[in-house]
C-alpha cells in the first residue's frame, strides 16, 4: 500500500493525465448529447497535451531562454547547462496539438450545427427516432 | 528543382487549395483547371520521385535545410513512392470522372469542395511522405479535418451525424497516435523515424517503448477501421457525397495501412515486431475476426455502398493480417494488397458513382436491369468486382496469393481459412448485384420465346465518368500481369533488410 | 523434347477474343456478325491444325507471357494432350457456331450478339486451358471460362435461368476458389514451381497424406469435370441454349475440368508417384462410382437434355478413370475419350436442340415416332449414341477398347466390369429412344408433329459430327500418336 502510494505520488502527473484521459473518453462514449461528447473529446484532447507538457518539466529549471546569450558578458554555448532549462521541444509541439484540437473543435461544432439544423435536437436517442421515423 | 520534387509533390495540391479557395470569390471558372492542375503536378511529382528512388535510392529532402533529426525530413523509398503515385493518381482520375456530379451536388459550394479535396489530397501525399512522427500526426489531422467536413457536406440527411461520429472516433485515435509519440520521445528525445530507430534496439526491452507501440498502433488501427473499431466507416461513406466517398474509401484506410507498415518495419523494426513483442499470432487472429466479421456483415445490406464499406473493413484484415504474419510472403501480400486495394476500391466506387448518377440511392433493388441501361459501367464494375473476389488475371489474385503463401508458411490456417471464405462471400456479393442487374423484372414461365421487351434503354453516364472507370479497371488487369515486376522491383528490395 | 519460342499458341488462344469487338459493331447486322464468327472459328482452328506437325515431329512450342513468380508464370506450351483437346475444341466450335446460326434464328432468341461474344469468350478461354504450361495458367483460364459462360447458362433470363445460374456458379466457382485455389498455393510452396512435367513437380518432399489430401482436392475442385456429389451444376445448366448446351457442357468447359484432372494426374503429381503411392486405385474408385451413378440417374430423365446431361457426367469419369488407372493403355483410352465423347455427345445435343426447333418437344415420351418426320436427325442420333455406347463402327469403340485394355494392363477385372456395366446401361438408355423414334408413334402419324422439314442449318452440322464420329472409328492415328507424344 505504501509502495502504491508512493508510486502514484512520484508520478502524479501520469496519473492526472490517465484520469482525465478517462473523464472525456467517458463522456465520448456515455453522453447522449452530440456537444457534451464534443466537449468530453477536447477534454481527452487536452489530458495528451498536459502529459506533453508535464514530460518537459524539470526540477530546478527556468524556461529555455539563455541569460546573457549575445552582447558583452555572453556565455559560451558549452557552458549552457541542459539541466539548467526545461525541454522546449514538447511545447512547441503543443502549440501545434492546440491548433488542431481547436481545428477539431471548431469543424465539429459546425457539423454539429448542421444536425441540429436537420433534426432540430442534439440529443442523439431523439435523433435515432426521427431517423427511424423518416425511414418508415 | 528536380531535388525538390519530394516538397513539391505535397505543395502543388496544397498551393492549388489556397488559390481555390481565393479564385472562388473573383473567376470561379478558373477553379477546376487549376485544381487539376496541382494534383496532376503532384501526380508528375510523384512519378518523377519513383523514377529517381528507382534508379538511386531513397530521396531525402530537409525541410527548409534544417537537417534531421532536428528539422522535419521529407523521405521517398520503394515502398511509399509506390503510395505517392497510386494517392495522387486516385484523386486525379477522381476529380476528372467526378466533375460532372459534383456540379450537380455542389452547385455553388463547388469551389469550397474542392478546396477541401485538395486539402485532404494535400494530407494524405504529405502522411505518406514523412519521416517526422509528430509531423505525421499533423498531417494526418489535416487529412481527417478536410475529410470530416467533405463528409459532413454529402448530400443525404444523415451526412452530418455520420461525419459527427467519425470525428469523435478520428480524434481518439489520432489522440492515441499522438500519445504513443510522446512515450516514444520520453524514451529516445526524437521523432525521426530512422533516428528513433537506430535508438530503439538499446532499448528495446523497455516497457515504455511497448506502451508507446502499442498506442501507436491502437491510433492508427482506429484510422484504418480495424474490426472492431470499424463503426465510423460504413455510415460516414454511405452518406457522405459519391464523389468524396470515391476519393475516401480507397485512400484514407489504406494510407494508414501504410502508416502501420512503416512503423512496424521503419521505425521499429521487424526484428522487435517479430522477434521481441510476439504479437504476430494474436494480431492475426484479430485480422480473421475482422475479414470474417466484414464479410458477414456486407452479406445483410441492401445498400450498394454500404455492401462495398463492409467490404472495405474485411480488406483491412486482409492486410493487417498479412502485416503480421512475420514473413516475407506475408508483408509482400500486405503491401501489395495495400495497391491492388486501392485500386480495386476505387474501381468499385467509380462503378458505384456511375450508378448513382443516374439511379440516385444505390439500394440493390434499384439495380435491375443496369447490363441494359448501363452496359459500360455494369462490366467495369463486374472486372472490379472479379478483382475484390480474387480472380486472374487481376490484380487481387496475385495479391491473394501473397497473403495465402504468408498463412501457409506461417502455419496460420485459421487466416488462409478465413481469406477463402471472404474470397467466397465476396463471389456471393457481386454475384447478387449481378443478378439483380441482369435480370431486372423476375420472368417466370417460358417467356423466352421471342424478343423481351427489356426494363430500360441504354443511358449511360457521362463519357469521363465511364472513360476513367475503364482506365481504372484496365490498370487493375495491368498490374495483376505486371505484379512480379512490383515484386522483385519494388517490395522485395525494401523488405530484404527486414526479413533476413 | 524439343522446345520452340512461337507466338502461334497465343495467336490460336486471342483469335476469338479478338473477334469480339468485331461482334459488337456488327450486333445490327446477323449476317455479318455471324461470317465473322465463322471466319474466326476458321482461323482458329487453321491456326491449332498448323501446329500437328511440329508436335508430331517432337517440338513443343512455348511461350511465356508475363512472368509472376519461378515456375509459375503466365505461359503457354502446346503439348500433344493440349494440341488433341485444342483440335476438337476449335473444331467443333466452328460447327457450333454454323448450328447456332440455324438454332438461334429458327427460335428468335433475344441479345444473339451477346450470345456470340461470350461464346468466343468461352472458346478463348477453353483454348488457353488446353494450352496452358502451368498449373497457374490453367487456372486462370478455368476461372476465366467459369465466368464467361454464366451469360450463356442463363440466357434466357428468367427465373428458372437465375436459380440454374446460381448453382452453376455456386458449384464451379466454389469448388474453385475454396478448394482448387489453396491446393495451388500450398502445391507451390512445397515444390517451388507449378511447371507441368511428366515427372512431377513433388520429387520426394511430400508426405503420402499431404499427396493424398492435395489429389482428392484437385479431384473435387475441378468441379467442372462433375464427379458425384458435385455434379449437380450440369443438369441444371442444361437451361441454357441448345449450341451452349452442346458445345460447351459437352465439350468445351466439362471437359477443361476432366482435363484439368488429366494435367493435374499426369503434370503435377506424376505417374510414378501416384503408383508409389497407390492413390491410383481409390480415384478410380471414384470415377467408377460416378459412372455407374451418373447412367442410372440418367435412365430415369424423361427431358432429353437432362437425359444427355447425366450421360455426361457418367462419360467424364471415363476420362478421370482411364488415367487413373495409371496404365499406357488406360491413360490412353482416358485422353482419347475427350475425343470421342465430344463428338459423340455434341450430336445428340444438336438433335435435341434441331427436335426443339422444329417441333418445340423436349420430352423423350412426346418424341415417339418423330423419325419419321426427321430421319436424318433421328440416324444422325443413332450414331451419336453407338458412340457414347462404344459400339463399332463409331470412335466410341476405339476409347472404349483402349480403356478396357488399360484395366486388363492393371489386371483390375471389378473395373473392367464398370465399363461394361455402364456401356450397358448407355444402350438401355439411349437405343429405346431412336427406337421408339421410328417404330412407334401415334395413329395416323402426319398429325401429331406440325413440322414438316427438318431446318437445314442445324441438320449439316449435326450430320457432320455424326460423320465425324464414323471417321474416327476408321483413322483414330492421328489422336493417337499425339497423345502417345504428350504421355511420352
Known amino acids: 500500500m505504501e509502495q502504491l502510494l508512493q508510486e502514484i505520488v512520484a508520478k502524479y502527473n501520469y496519473w492526472l493525465y490517465i484520469i482525465l484521459m478517462m473523464i472525456g473518453l467517458y463522456a465520448i462514449i456515455s453522453k447522449n448529447n452530440l456537444i457534451k461528447k464534443l466537449v468530453g473529446m477536447n477534454i481527452f484532447q487536452t489530458a495528451i497535451i498536459l502529459f506533453f507538457i508535464s514530460i518537459s518539466y524539470k526540477e530546478q529549471a527556468t524556461i529555455p531562454i539563455i541569460r546573457n546569450a549575445h552582447g558583452p558578458g555572453h556565455v559560451s554555448p558549452e557552458a549552457i547547462q541542459a539541466t539548467a532549462y526545461m525541454n522546449p521541444l514538447p511545447h512547441v509541439l503543443m502549440l501545434t496539438a492546440i491548433v488542431v484540437s481547436v481545428a477539431t473543435f471548431g469543424v465539429a461544432l459546425a457539423i454539429a450545427v448542421k444536425v441540429y439544423g436537420e433534426y432540430e435536437t442534439l440529443e442523439e436517442d431523439e435523433i435515432r427516432t426521427r431517423i427511424r421515423e423518416k425511414i418508415k | 528543382m528536380l531535388e525538390h520534387i519530394p516538397v513539391l509533390l505535397i505543395l502543388a495540391p496544397l ?15 478558373y477553379c477546376l483547371p487549376l485544381a487539376l492542375a496541382g494534383l496532376l503536378g503532384s501526380l508528375l511529382a510523384s512519378i518523377a520521385a519513383l523514377h529517381q528512388v528507382m534508379a538511386q535510392g531513397a530521396l531525402s529532402y530537409e525541410m527548409a535545410s534544417w537537417p534531421p533529426p532536428v528539422g522535419i525530413e521529407l523521405r521517398i523509398d520503394l515502398f511509399n513512392s509506390l503510395v505517392l503515385v497510386v494517392v495522387s493518381a486516385v484523386s486525379l482520375i477522381n476529380l476528372v470522372a467526378s466533375w460532372e456530379f459534383i456540379k450537380r451536388e455542389f452547385e455553388d459550394r463547388k469551389e469550397t469542395f474542392l478546396a477541401l479535396y485538395l486539402l485532404f489530397v494535400t494530407g494524405l501525399l504529405g502522411v505518406t511522405a514523412t519521416a517526422d512522427l509528430f509531423n505525421l500526426y499533423v498531417l494526418l489531422e489535416i487529412t481527417s479535418l478536410s475529410a470530416y467536413a467533405l463528409i459532413a457536406m454529402g448530400p443525404s440527411s444523415r451526412a452530418p451525424l455520420a461525419s459527427l461520429h467519425y470525428v469523435y472516433l478520428g480524434v481518439i485515435g489520432a489522440s492515441f497516435y499522438l500519445l504513443g509519440v510522446g512515450y516514444l520521445y520520453i524514451m529516445t528525445g526524437s521523432l525521426n523515424m530512422g533516428d528513433i530507430a537506430s535508438l530503439l534496439p538499446a532499448i528495446w526491452s523497455s516497457q515504455t517503448v511497448l506502451v508507446g507501440f502499442v498506442f501507436c498502433l491502437v491510433g492508427v488501427w482506429i484510422k484504418m477501421a480495424f474490426f472492431p473499431m470499424h463503426i465510423w466507416l460504413p455510415n460516414a461513406y454511405t452518406y457522405a457525397s459519391m464523389t468524396a466517398s470515391r476519393v475516401l474509401a480507397p485512400l484514407m484506410t489504406k494510407v494508414m495501412v501504410y502508416v502501420m507498415i512503416r512503423l512496424m518495419l521503419t521505425v521499429f523494426g521487424a526484428q522487435y515486431i517479430f522477434r521481441v513483442l510476439d504479437l504476430g499470432p494474436v494480431i492475426v487472429w484479430l485480422a480473421v475476426l475482422a475479414i470474417v466479421a466484414g464479410a458477414v456483415m456486407a452479406l445483410v445490406q441492401r445498400n450498394l455502398v454500404k455492401m462495398l464499406c463492409y467490404i472495405i473493413v474485411s480488406e483491412i484484415g486482409y492486410m493487417v493480417g498479412g502485416a503480421w504474419m512475420g514473413n516475407q510472403a506475408g508483408m509482400t501480400g500486405s503491401i501489395l494488397h495495400l495497391i491492388n486495394d486501392a485500386l480495386m476500391t476505387f474501381a468499385v466506387f467509380l462503378a458505384a458513382g456511375n450508378f448513382a448518377f ?70 456471393i456479393l457481386f454475384m447478387r448485384v449481378v443478378e439483380y442487374a441482369y435480370f431486372g423484372e423476375v420472368r417466370t414461365g417460358h417467356g423466352h420465346h421471342g424478343g423481351h421487351a427489356h426494363g430500360g434503354e441504354m443511358d449511360e453516364a457521362p463519357v469521363a465518368m465511364v472513360a476513367c472507370l475503364l482506365l481504372v479497371v484496365a490498370s487493375l488487369v495491368l498490374v495483376g500481369l505486371y505484379s512480379e515486376s512490383i515484386v522483385s522491383g519494388m517490395i522485395q528490395p525494401f523488405l530484404v533488410r527486414s526479413f533476413v | 523434347m524439343d522446345p520452340v519460342v512461337s507466338v502461334r499458341p497465343l495467336l490460336a488462344v486471342l483469335v476469338s477474343l479478338a473477334v469480339v469487338p468485331v461482334l459488337l459493331s456488327s450486333g445490327g447486322r446477323p449476317n455479318v456478325r455471324e461470317a465473322w464468327t465463322i471466319l474466326a472459328g476458321l482461323i482458329k482452328f487453321g491456326l491449332i491444325v498448323s501446329l500437328v506437325p511440329g508436335v508430331l515431329a517432337g517440338r513443343e512450342f512455348s511461350l511465356t507471357l508475363f512472368s509472376f513468380a519461378p515456375g509459375a508464370d503466365i505461359a503457354l506450351r502446346v503439348d500433344g494432350l493440349g494440341l488433341v483437346f485444342a483440335l476438337v475444341a476449335s473444331f467443333l466450335w466452328m460447327v457450333t457456331s454454323l448450328y447456332s446460326i440455324g438454332y438461334m434464328r429458327g427460335l428468335a432468341e433475344h441479345s444473339q450478339t451477346r450470345f456470340y461474344c461470350f461464346f468466343a469468350v468461352a472458346l478463348s478461354s477453353t483454348i488457353g486451358a488446353a494450352f496452358a504450361a502451368n498449373l497457374l495458367t490453367l487456372y486462370l483460364f478455368y476461372e476465366i471460362l467459369s465466368l464467361s459462360t454464366y451469360p450463356l447458362v442463363t440466357h434466357h433470363q428468367d427465373e428458372e435461368a437465375r436459380k440454374s445460374g446460381r448453382k452453376y456458379l455456386a458449384y464451379i466457382l466454389g ?42 482436392v484437385f479431384l473435387f475442385g475441378f468441379a467442372k469435370a462433375a464427379i458425384v456429389p458435385l455434379h449437380a451444376w450440369l443438369p441444371a445448366a442444361m437451361v441454357a441454349p441448345t449450341p451452349v448446351s452442346a458445345l460447351l457442357h459437352a465439350v468445351a468447359v466439362v471437359k477443361v475440368g476432366a482435363f484439368s484432372i488429366v494435367r493435374v494426374m499426369t503434370g503435377i503429381f506424376g505417374f510414378d508417384l501416384l503408383g508409389s503411392f497407390h492413390l491410383g486405385y481409390p480415384v478410380a474408385i471414384i470415377a467408377s462410382v460416378t459412372i455407374i451413378l451418373g447412367s442410372l440417374i440418367a435412365l430415369s430423365q424423361d427431358e432429353l437434355k437432362r437425359r444427355l446431361a447425366f450421360s455426361t457426367v457418367s462419360q467424364l469419369s471415363y476420362i478421370v478413370l482411364g488415367v487413373a488407372l495409371l496404365t499406357p493403355y488406360g491413360a490412353m483410352g482416358g485422353i482419347l475419350h475427350i475425343v470421342m465423347h465430344a463428338l459423340g455427345k455434341i450430336t445428340l445435343f444438336f438433335c435435341a436442340g434441331a427436335i426443339m426447333v422444329a417441333t418445340g418437344k423436349k420430352y423423350i415420351s412426346e418424341m415417339a415416332g418423330i423419325g419419321k418426320r426427321m430421319p436424318l436427325t433421328m440416324g444422325a442420333f443413332f450414331v451419336g449414341s453407338l458412340s457414347i455406347i462404344g459400339l463399332p463402327p463409331c470412335g466410341g469403340f476405339i476409347s472404349k477398347w483402349y480403356l478396357a485394355l488399360g484395366t486388363l494392363q492393371k489386371q483390375s477385372p471389378l473395373l473392367l466390369g464398370v465399363i461394361l456395366t455402364s456401356s450397358f446401361l448407355n444402350a438401355v438408355y439411349f437405343l429405346p429412344i431412336v427406337y421408339k423414334a421410328f417404330f412407334h408413334g401415334p395413329s395416323g402419324g402426319k398429325g401429331a408433329f406440325s413440322v414438316t422439314k427438318e431446318p437445314l442449318m442445324c441438320v449439316v452440322p449435326l450430320l457432320l459430327t455424326a460423320a465425324g464420329s464414323v471417321v474416327l472409328f476408321f483413322w483414330p492415328q492421328l489422336f493417337i500418336d499425339l497423345i502417345e507424344i504428350g504421355l511420352r
Not at chain 2, 15 to 29: H, K, M, N, P, Y
Not at chain 2, 366 to 393: C, H, K, T, W, Y
Not at chain 3, 199 to 212: C, L, N, Q, V
Request: net charge neutral.
Open chain 2, 358 to 427: 443516374k439511379l440516385g440511392e444505390l439500394r440493390l433493388e434499384n439495380l435491375r436491369d443496369l447490363f441494359a441501361r448501363m452496359p459500360l459501367s455494369s462490366a467495369g464494375f463486374v472486372l472490379a468486382g472479379m478483382s475484390i473476389v480474387g480472380i486472374p488475371p487481376t490484380c487481387g489474385f496475385f495479391s491473394k496469393w501473397y497473403l495465402i503463401s504468408g498463412g501457409l508458411q506461417a502455419g496460420q490456417h485459421a487466416y488462409v481459412a478465413a481469406l477463402l471464405l471472404s474470397s467466397l462471400i465476396n463471389a
Open chain 3, 175 to 216: 469448388t474453385s476458389i475454396g478448394l482448387v485455389l489453396p491446393a495451388m498455393i500450398l502445391s507451390y510452396n512445397v515444390a517451388g514451381t507449378l511447371e507441368f512435367s511428366q515427372a512431377g513437380i513433388f520429387g520426394a518432399g511430400i508426405s503420402p497424406a499431404m499427396a493424398t489430401v492435395l489429389l482428392l
Open chain 2, 15 to 29: 498551393l492549388a487549395a489556397f488559390l481555390v479557395t481565393g479564385l472562388a470569390w473573383i473567376q470561379s471558372a
